[in-house]
């Protein structure tokens, strides 16, 4: 026989453990399983602790334990008496609210109280609640916010049943806040766009639901969705609930919102003084204010806020008026309405020029006016009436009396509004008449005398010489004028014009004139060989032939000629010319011109001769008059020497000549600046050696410079 199962407890509602002494040769155990009610089951268990599954909860049941081996089953153990624990309660959660969670459960047999937890992941926090009641409510919950919640029974013994599974409740979402409405536009189409705080650390997903009294609603996962579409004057009240699987939040607080206001109707025009029009509209519901706007032709705008219900403003000539109003508010302005159309009268022309373009011509031109598509030209004087009418800007009228008084008149119309009756009318006299029989009076090379016939009432006159270095005038209200200034080589076209307020004449006929040539600015003389010299000078306008003079008490030389440039012979050294010169024209006009003086060259000296010295010197003697400036002597050969001489001597020293060879030997005075004559001749010696000495000097003959 087994001894007695020393310990039976309860592992849930449904399982015992029971823990026994082994049997020596036992190869397993059977665990009898009986209760009053019947009850019987045997149960095979390899070892111990065993554990009696598939009970009844809460129920007493009587236990008693059999070895087993290969020759059969011992005799039963004396019984124990083991009870079930309560069975689980079966929870059920909900979230009524965004800070509770109810839990209730179908009552468990024989429970005298239960104990509820509720854990919440985060911070980790746990609560527990007693209860006898089969519900229970969590308040003061976070909103959002994940829970873990359990429970178990007790028996009237005290002890605690199986606990129940852990069910997860999400607590409702927290109301939406900050909830505000604007208007959008999407493809033409206008709605609300409705947005909301997000709250932070909310567990799960949660959609927004946002409606309006107005039957739109939409639902977004973000911070805001479109209630479309709106229209204008509408009044919507906005709420907007969040919803998570515990079910929708309270809804926010209500926003009233007021759509943007109808397009005013009912537009009306109407001109209420002269350059002032009144644009009129009728009042529309929910509109603070009302912008009205006035397109003119040319683009620009006129614009007016204001709370009334008309406008006034400059409503000018010639243009198209284009009128709308719209209505607005705190939620936009309202969508296009009506557009009024209205187009004024041409404007009178502008910059009216009525001018005599010739004697027996008015020229009427002006500014082109807004509005008008043709323009009625009308000029009358005591005995005639003259019409042109035409689109451009411009009329001509022609043989009319010089010097005569015309009244004209511009009136522009068109097709829509006809034409501007109110357009003033000018007066202007014709061009005066043009001056004849002109005469020339020379009075010098740069002043010409003019006159002329003329029988105008009022004139200004105005004599024109034309050339190639352009105009000169001379302005008088008489019948003479000098013109002044004129230039030297030139020829000039003369003639004359009447001025006064209302035009020019036609120029009388013109007169050619010719200025006496131009003198060359610059005239040069150069000294080519003692008795000749190069005279050159600049280009002078006007003239095609020259006559070049140099003149002095010793004689004078002069060349003719078309060049700008002429040789002269017969210069003697040393002396003082006067330089002059005639320049004369095609038509035969001649200036006389006069230049700076010139001096030609110092003479170069003659009687050349070299004189031996001692110590290979040589000394060079010339004949001549002493020159001022002094003289110098250069001999050239296998080496070069030169000597100078003061003013007033005519001889200098030259010093440790070479021997041997040919030399040639100039003597040529200097001139004011310090530079020698160039072209004295030159004369070609022989210098012999006797031993390391000059032994000979001895003349080969003359050579003119090089």
């Known amino acids: 026989m087994m001894d007695?199962?020393?310990?039976?407890?309860?592992?849930?509602?449904?399982?015992?453990?029971?823990?026994?002494?082994?049997?020596?040769?036992?190869?397993?155990?059977?665990?009898?399983?009986?209760?009053?009610?019947?009850?019987?089951?045997?149960?095979?268990v390899s070892s111990s602790p065993a554990e009696i599954k598939y009970l009844n909860p809460y129920t007493e049941y009587q236990l008693s334990i059999m070895a087993v081996n290969d020759a059969g089953r011992s005799q039963p153990s004396s019984r124990v008496a083991a009870k079930t624990v309560l069975a689980p309660p079966q929870l059920s959660t909900s979230s009524p609210s965004n800070d509770s969670i109810v839990v209730i459960w179908p009552p468990v047999p024989h429970a005298v109280q239960y104990t509820v937890s509720i854990y919440?992941?985060?911070?980790?926090?746990?609560?527990?609640?007693?209860?006898?009641?089969?519900?229970?409510?969590f308040p003061g919950l976070d909103a959002g916010s994940l829970y873990v919640i359990r429970s178990s029974a007790w028996d009237a013994e005290g002890r605690e049943g199986e606990g129940s599974l852990y069910i997860n409740q999400t607590t409702r979402p927290p109301t939406p806040s900050s909830v505000k409405v604007l208007v959008v536009m999407s493809n033409n189409v206008a709605g609300l766009s409705v947005s909301w705080e997000l709250t932070e650390d909310v567990h799960g997903t949660v959609e927004y639901h946002a409606t309006?009294?107005?039957?739109?609603?939409?639902?977004?996962?973000?911070?805001?969705?479109?209630?479309?579409?709106?229209?204008?004057?509408?009044?919507?009240?906005?709420?907007?609930?969040?919803?998570?699987?515990?079910?929708?939040?309270?809804?926010?607080?209500?926003?009233?919102?007021?759509?943007?206001?109808?397009?005013?109707?009912?537009?009306?025009?109407?001109?209420?003084?002269?350059?002032?029009?009144?644009?009129?509209?009728?009042?529309?519901?929910?509109?603070?204010?009302?912008e009205a706007s006035v397109k003119q032709g040319d683009g620009s705008e006129a614009t007016c806020n204001s709370t009334s219900n008309s406008f006034t403003y400059q409503c000018l000539c010639g243009y198209t008026y284009l009128m709308s109003v719209s209505a607005?508010?705190?939620?936009?302005?309202?969508?296009?309405?009506?557009?009024?159309?209205?187009?004024?009268?041409?404007?009178?022309?502008?910059?009216?020029?009525?001018?005599?373009?010739?004697?027996?011509?008015?020229?009427i031109t002006w500014a082109a006016s807004r509005g008008a598509e043709l323009y009625q030209t009308r000029a009358a004087d005591a005995s005639e009436v003259i019409l042109c009418n035409d689109t451009a800007p411009v009329c001509a009228l022609s043989d009319l009396?010089?010097?005569?008084?015309?009244?004209?008149?511009?009136?522009?119309?068109?097709?829509?509004?006809?034409?501007?009756?109110?357009?003033k009318s000018h007066t202007t006299d014709t061009a005066p008449c043009t001056p004849t029989?002109?005469?020339?009076?020379?009075?010098?090379?740069?002043?010409?005398?003019?006159?002329?016939?003329?029988?105008?009432?009022?004139?200004?006159?105005?004599?024109?010489?034309?050339g190639e270095d352009g105009r000169r005038t001379c302005s008088t209200s008489g019948?003479?004028?000098?013109?002044?200034?004129?230039?030297?080589?030139?020829?000039?076209?003369?003639?004359?014009?009447?001025?006064?307020?209302?035009?020019?004449?036609?120029?009388?006929?013109?007169?050619?004139?010719?200025?006496?040539?131009?003198?060359?600015?610059?005239l040069n003389v150069e000294q080519v060989t003692q008795a000749m010299s190069n005279v050159s000078w600049s280009h002078a306008k006007g003239a095609q032939s020259f006559i070049a003079s140099l003149t002095s008490p010793r004689g004078h030389a002069r060349c003719h000629t078309q060049d700008s440039h002429c040789l002269m012979g017969c210069i003697t050294c040393g002396t003082n010319y006067t330089v002059t010169m005639e320049a004369f024209s095609t038509s035969g006009h001649a200036s006389n011109c006069s230049y700076q003086g010139f001096s030609s060259s110092p003479c170069c000296p003659s009687g050349i001769k070299l004189q031996m010295l001692a110590g290979n010197s040589l000394r060079v003697y010339w004949r001549s008059a002493a020159s001022i400036h002094g003289t110098v002597a250069d001999m050239v050969g296998s080496s070069n020497y030169t000597c100078t001489a003061s003013p007033g001597q005519n001889s200098c020293v030259v010093e440790n000549?070479?021997?041997?060879?040919?030399?040639?030997?100039?003597?040529?005075?200097?001139?004011?600046?310090?530079?020698?004559?160039?072209?004295?001749p030159r004369r070609l010696y022989s210098v012999t050696c006797a031993g390391s000495n000059i032994g000979s000097v001895i003349y080969r003959g003359k050579r003119s410079v090089d």
Not at 23 to 44: H, L
Not at 488 to 510: D, I, N, Y
Request: charged content about 15%.
């Open 401 to 423: 009396s010089c010097d005569s008084s015309y009244a004209v008149l511009v009136t522009p119309c068109n097709e829509i509004s006809g034409c501007n009756r109110a357009c």
């Open 212 to 290: 309006s009294d107005q039957n739109l609603n939409c639902s977004s996962s973000s911070s805001s969705c479109t209630l479309s579409p709106v229209g204008c004057g509408e009044v919507h009240t906005v709420h907007v609930t969040a919803s998570n699987q515990a079910g929708p939040s309270h809804p926010s607080s209500p926003v009233g919102f007021v759509s943007f206001p109808c397009p005013p109707e009912s537009l009306t025009f109407a001109e209420s003084s002269e350059g002032n029009c009144t644009l009129t509209w009728n009042m529309v519901p929910h509109a603070d204010g009302y």
């Open 437 to 466: 029989n002109l005469i020339l009076n020379p009075g010098n090379s740069s002043v010409i005398s003019v006159s002329w016939t003329a029988s105008n009432r009022a004139a200004n006159y105005t004599v024109s010489a034309d």
């Open 120 to 137: 919440k992941f985060g911070p980790n926090t746990r609560d527990k609640y007693n209860t006898t009641n089969t519900n229970l409510t």
């Open 657 to 680: 000549i070479q021997c041997g060879g040919p030399y040639h030997v100039a003597v040529a005075p200097l001139t004011p600046e310090g530079s020698r004559v160039l072209f004295c």
């Open 328 to 363: 607005y508010n705190q939620a936009g302005s309202s969508p296009e309405g009506k557009i009024l159309n209205h187009t004024t009268v041409p404007c009178c022309p502008d910059n009216v020029s009525v001018s005599a373009v010739s004697a027996d011509t008015l020229e």
């Open 479 to 522: 019948s003479g004028c000098d013109v002044t200034g004129l230039p030297c080589g030139s020829s000039f076209e003369f003639s004359v014009t009447a001025t006064s307020s209302a035009g020019q004449s036609l120029p009388s006929f013109s007169t050619s004139l010719e200025t006496e040539p131009c003198c060359p600015a610059s």
């Open 4 to 44: 007695p199962i020393k310990n039976v407890k309860p592992m849930d509602s449904r399982t015992l453990m029971v823990d026994f002494n082994p049997k020596t040769g036992a190869s397993s155990y059977i665990i009898r399983v009986e209760n009053s009610n019947g009850f019987f089951r045997e149960d095979t």
